[in-house]
């Protein structure tokens, strides 16, 4: 269902604008942290690139820009290299590819970016930052500098510091609720921080020395042809992420902001953020899933908001004794942070390869299969890159009861057509994820112009049995199902099993699709978090 996100700038929505910078502040401030870079210049940067972003989208996206977490490497390298201002100069550059790639896509479309930046391209890049980064997450979790070459607090110590923190970040993002499992960072480094001062690992000097209030410490940058050109190649996976983004924050309010503002104006306001920000000493800036998490949470969806905590973080930068005490918290602590967050990158690398099937025919993955088919009494579903019939035959030798197609049976509907007339209905599932009563391709990066019914009738008359039709703007969310839609597509095509997935949150969701004709559900975020149990699953199903 669209939301309105209509601009509106209101006195009452301070307080949820700072509750906003609340949940980006553990992030945000993170990565001047372990860069070395001033936290107060990072607020302000944050701040004012919000609101670059805001009049680069005509305040149409309620989003929040902060640190970016893919230039952490890149940045500990530079400024080891040739140093701050130099590294500086680099990222106003790659905020500057921003820009330009802003202009392509409003010159040939967001297509020409898929295909000059293929994920089998994007994905290794983002392994590789995540790779290059652990080592310096263990050496600070074992209290040593970040590049070992110090000890700084005692190993014993620092692996009770850092695991405390490492182990409050994962319990908060799995087991936390509401506002609490947005700042599983923040709630980590406060854990932390806590048992090093408990251990005597603590040092409040600067802070007390710190004025309470100033201007940051802006640093100006310097242009060096090394810096730039190990900084640019950087700038591809973060771009490609930015897509992932605003597809995100689209979901949450129902609102296609791929074609209204556009790709085009929002990679301006990030490019744009970014050379301000590396102008004046701050990180680049890039658009945070964290809040997009509280927008969906807290149904904010008026932009202003996103204006309010803009204003807060620009007022938080002048009160230098806040930055003073971030810099005060312990190396072990964010060595345990960083373990977690460098881990996570790769897992973001692996995930835009696995999203785009480019790597799920390999031999192993075949393999894996073939294992699960053979080795245990399920029956197995595969799918995810499967784009020939040789790879369709692959999959059913390796033990795959059925093969499910997606992305092909939109963009080469005679081919899924000659493959269910040579494999039968039975053996193939179409894959329809919908954004807006669209088939949406690729990801969910593209949206295609056949609409939900039209996919589905052209392929009913040729036998198709069964569709798994997956709502993109409630999956992963659960707000529950789009149960009436599903219910239409049933009623039109009785002859095939029409599978719900997305925003399942409990049992009356499923009761509701179960009452509305549909004979199969997929349950996955909710059963995880045990908001279902199996045992109210067996119930359901009479054979269990």
Known sequence: MESDTTYSFRLKDSLLG?????????????VPILTGMSTNVALFTAGVGTLIFQICTRGKVPVFLASSFAFIAPIIYGVQTWGLPATLGGMVVAGAVYVVLSFIIRWRGTEI????????????????IGLVLAPVGVNMALGKAGDGSAVLVPENTALIISMAALATTVLVSLLGRGMIRLIPIMSGIAVGYLCAIGLGIHDFSKVAAAPWFGVPDFVFPEFRWEAILFIIPITLAPAIEHFGDIIAISSVTGKDFLKDPGIKSTMLGDGIATMLASFIGGPPNTTYSEVTGAV??????NPGVMTWAAIWAIVLSCVNKLGAFLSS???PVMGGIMILLFGAIMVVGLNTLVRAGEDLMEPRNLAVLERVATKTTLEVQYG???????????????????????????????????????FGGG?????????????????????SEMTAQELIARFAPQGLAQVICTDIARDGMLCGTSAEFYAGLQGQFPGVEITASGGIASMADIEALDGAGLRSVIVGKALYEGRITLEELKRCLPNA
């Open 18 to 30: 700072a509750q906003m910078l609340f949940v980006a502040f553990g992030a945000l401030v993170l």
């Open 113 to 128: 970016i898929m295909r000059l930046l293929p994920p089998i391209v994007t994905g290794p890049v983002i392994i590789v």
């Open 296 to 301: 969906a949470l807290t149904r904010a969806f």
């Open 329 to 331: 918290i312990p190396v």
């Open 384 to 422: 995810g890159g499967i784009k020939s019939r040789g790879a369709l035959r692959s999959v059913f030798s390796a033990g795959a009861s059925r093969a499910i197609c997606g992305s092909i049976a939109v963009r080469e509907p005679e081919s899924f057509a000659e493959w269910l007339a040579e």
């Open 427 to 447: 053996k193939l599932i179409l894959g329809a994820d919908i954004r807006d009563g669209a088939a949406a391709v690729q990801g969910w990066t593209e949206r």
